[in-house]
């Protein structure tokens, strides 16, 4: 099992940046493949960032894809998300989401697949 807390997240100006953390408390962080991904009010969790146990293999949603990059410490328990250029329409809650995967190089974009999330943390771009 793991727990997955996250940190970062605020209120900044469109065109500005911001840099979410998740640390993850438990066993055999580098087992699990990581997420990320957001909830606007009103609308559905989607997805925005992924990364592979190893780190070496990365996907974005497209709408994120040049601005934001995912990366991982696995000897920190710790997975980032770097965004840059951001726009109002990012403004949501921000998620972190780990899967025990068996599979150095998989990626998950489907949050049916991830088994454990984070509390979230609030982003807010202002216009």
């Known amino acids: 099992q793991v727990v997955l807390v996250e940190s970062g997240g605020g209120l900044v100006q469109a065109g500005g940046s911001l840099s979410l953390s998740c640390v993850a408390s438990?066993?055999?962080?580098?087992?699990?493949?990581m997420g990320w991904f957001r909830q606007a009010p009103g609308k559905e969790r989607e997805f925005v960032a992924a990364?592979?146990?190893?780190?070496?293999?990365?996907t974005y949603a497209d709408s994120v894809k040049g601005r934001f990059t995912v990366s991982r410490g696995n000897g920190k328990n710790t997975v980032r998300l770097p965004m840059n250029s951001l726009k109002p329409e990012d403004t949501a809650v921000y998620y972190c989401?780990?899967?025990?995967?068996?599979?150095?190089?998989?990626?998950?974009?489907?949050?049916?697949?991830?088994?454990?999330w984070g509390q979230g943390t609030q982003v807010t771009v202002s216009s």
């Open positions: 990364i592979s146990r190893s780190g070496a293999t990365t």
């Open positions: 989401a780990a899967v025990r995967s068996s599979h150095h190089e998989a990626i998950y974009s489907s949050s049916g697949r991830y088994e454990y």
């Open positions: 438990g066993d055999s962080f580098s087992t699990y493949a």
